[in-house]
């Protein structure tokens, strides 16, 4: 049984950072990519950045510069730091792992969700 659970969010100010941490637990071989996602109020679920087995990363252009995502591959983490955060980066974010486990389904695997809210 594959297992994703993300931790970090919570409320800050603008202009403020956030951290999230995200883990993929069970019988897995191998994870191919990992990424964060979020989906705002009345809005759909929407990529923010993805990071390949390889280390090569994409960000949607709205958090380019501010937000950086890596992965530790030993510990199957990957983290999302949030900078300079704007009360538009407001969202559940959602943590997406691409990955191959020993026995079940090949494929991506979604976290429950963690709540980031930007206001003063």
């Known amino acids: 049984q594959v297992r994703v659970v993300e931790s970090g969010g919570g409320l800050v100010q603008p202009g403020g950072s956030l951290r999230l941490s995200c883990a993929a637990f069970?019988?897995?071989?191998?994870?191919?990519?990992m990424g964060w996602y979020r989906q705002a109020p009345g809005k759909q679920r929407d990529l923010v950045t993805f990071?390949?087995?390889?280390?090569?990363?994409t960000y949607v252009d709205s958090v380019k510069g501010r937000f950086t995502i890596s992965r530790d591959n030993a510990k199957n983490t990957v983290y999302l730091q949030m900078n300079n955060l704007k009360p538009e980066d407001t969202a559940v974010y959602y943590c997406?792992?691409?990955?191959?486990?020993?026995?079940?389904?090949?494929?991506?695997?979604w976290g429950q969700g963690t709540q980031v809210t930007v206001s003063s």
């Open positions: 997406n792992v691409d990955l191959v486990p020993f026995f079940g389904r090949v494929g991506e695997y």
């Open positions: 069970g019988n897995i071989v191998s994870i191919r990519a």
């Open positions: 990071i390949t087995s390889s280390g090569t990363t």
